[in-house]
């Protein structure tokens, strides 16, 4: 409904905004799933670091911190962007 509303009337070159599906589950279309994949499988690799909640959540925000996504950026930036 709100795509219809922004860009009524408009041709798809025009339009304001564009909404891509990327598929669920699945890391290598989607980038929420890559983070959250890559995530859960460094977590696994150092539960034995993570006695508590607090180191739990630091590892995570630690293995976010070294950027290790930058690689795949380049695909996720060919998507097709509105002129």
């Known amino acids: 409904v709100y795509l219809g509303q922004v860009n009524h009337g408009l041709e798809e070159k025009d339009w304001q905004v564009t909404c891509v599906i990327l598929a669920p ?32 959540k630091m590892s995570f925000v630690n293995f976010l911190n070294k950027k290790v996504f930058l690689g795949k950026r380049g695909w996720y930036m060919n998507i097709p962007q509105p002129e």
């Open 25 to 56: 589950n699945a890391p290598e279309q989607n980038p929420v799933e890559d983070v959250w994949l890559r995530g859960k499988n460094f977590l696994r690799r150092h539960f034995h670091e993570n006695n508590t909640f607090h180191k739990f």
